[in-house]
């Protein structure tokens, strides 16, 4: 059985892009964060489909903190 990443691509303070990395590969196997645009923050989560709730929530959560926006 093969699972399909689900996507989703972000603009974010760049100086945050370390942090939100490192705060994904604590949450183990939730979602993979993916510089795309270092200058610009643009990012991609790689986010495991049966994670999908949690992933979510990490994303509210930082928002609380700092820019987090969907492209």
Known sequence: MTLQMLYKEYRVDK???GFIR???E???GV???TTLDAPTGHIR????????????QI????K???????L
């Open 59 to 62: 994303i509210a959560d930082l």
């Open 15 to 17: 100086t945050r892009i």
């Open 26 to 28: 604590a949450y183990e």
């Open 22 to 24: 490192f705060i994904f």
């Open 45 to 56: 989560l790689a986010i495991a489909p049966d994670l999908a709730d949690e992933a979510f």
């Open 31 to 33: 979602a993979v964060a």
């Open 64 to 70: 609380k903190d700092f820019d987090f926006h969907a």
